[in-house]
């Protein structure tokens, strides 16, 4: 039977998705599915160690949300504008969302605070377009965090949206799943032999849309930017060759890994990751993944429906809602063994 985007449906009520993250980081829930026996356990996060061992290697994506909100007003009429900045080009150019799209057209000119300037050079679908500005170094600072549309709560430290090792800014909403760790328990897993890498890709456009197209095959993954060192790249290969297991801490990480490792052991890459991976894909690298809860139609639901088999993670979030798990952004985590 042909996969139909509807089949990655599922009802959700409202008053599990999360609008605040819970404190401490690690206290969120954790459902355990362990692919060979289909059994579930309810975890806390904290509980996570418990389920390492020595030599196994965990993949965390290190990247920094950027400021990506800015508030603009067209040249001449002083109209207001929304600026969502979704990826980086080049030095200077964006593609970014503007908002409302049919009155800033190619040419537009937009004014920032300050003395900086965007200018409208080319358009794009649904309300993209392609921005460049005046004063780059200054446009993250005039910005604001953007939080996911379906969380309306606003959020009072920014860092809560960070993991705790962000580092290299670029992403437009947080590797969510990477939330949960704190300083605390990365220091317990990195001292029970746990190798922990570090590699870095920037979340764009596909969080924030559900598949439109009804054959998902024919939905176009927007592109992100990814960089996996050559020394993380040697770990990884070295770990497969040993037979330790390599862990992926969210879908960032684990598609920029086996963006990675396609045809073999893992290579050092720099540039950009266009891979949609959908039930029937062979992973080629990562053997367990860490990861929350997606939303509906989304590309992240369908993921991790390749990688733990789509009834399972059906099991799994029909049970989640039971329990009245906490979903999204801030919500509890799944670790698929």
């Known amino acids: 039977m042909t996969l139909q985007t509807r089949d990655f449906n599922y009802e959700l009520p409202p008053e599990l998705i999360a609008q605040t993250p819970i404190e401490p980081r690690d206290a969120s829930r954790l459902l355990v599915i362990d692919r ?11 509980d996570l160690p418990g389920y390492l061992r020595p030599g196994d290697v965990m993949v965390f994506n290190d990247s920094r949300v950027i400021p990506a909100r800015l508030a603009g007003r067209k040249a001449g009429t002083g109209g207001g504008v929304e600026i969502l900045l979704l990826k980086r080009i080049e030095p200077g150019l964006w593609e970014a969302l503007v908002k409302p799209a049919r009155r800033v057209r190619t040419g537009t000119q937009l004014q920032l605070d300050g003395d900086v300037t965007a200018d409208v050079v080319s358009e794009g679908e649904a309300g993209i377009r392609h921005v460049r500005f005046s004063l780059e170094a200054k446009v993250t600072s005039l910005g604001e965090i953007a939080l996911p549309p379906y969380i309306h709560t606003p959020l009072h430290n920014p860092e809560r949206y960070q993991t705790i090792y962000a580092d290299k800014s670029g992403s437009v909403a947080a590797p969510t799943a990477g939330l949960h760790f704190t300083p605390g328990l990365l220091k317990q897993i990195q001292d029970m032999g746990v190798k922990c890498l570090f590699v870095t890709l920037h ?7 559900p598949v439109q197209e009804a054959d998902p095959h024919r939905h176009r993954i ?38 990675a490792s396609r045809g073999g052991d893992a290579q050092p890459f720099d540039g950009w990751v266009d891979l949609f991976i959908l039930p029937g894909y062979k992973f080629t690298v990562v053997d367990s993944m ?13 993921l991790v429906s390749a990688f733990a088999g789509k009834e399972r993670i059906e099991k799994a979030y029909r049970a989640a809602i039971e329990q009245k798990y906490r979903f999204y952004s801030f919500g509890d985590a799944m670790l698929v063994l």
Request: some cysteine.
């Open 36 to 46: 060979a026996s289909g059994r579930l356990e309810h975890r806390k996060f904290k």
């Open 203 to 209: 979340v764009g456009l596909d969080t924030f849309r």
């Open 222 to 259: 927007h592109r992100e930017y990814g960089v996996v060192t050559e020394e993380v790249a040697a770990e990884l290969s070295h770990a497969k060759r040993q037979g330790h297991r390599v862990i992926c801490v969210g879908t960032t990480s684990v598609r920029l890994v086996e963006a």
């Open 290 to 302: 860490l990861t929350n809860f997606h939303l509906p139609r989304s590309t992240l639901l369908m």
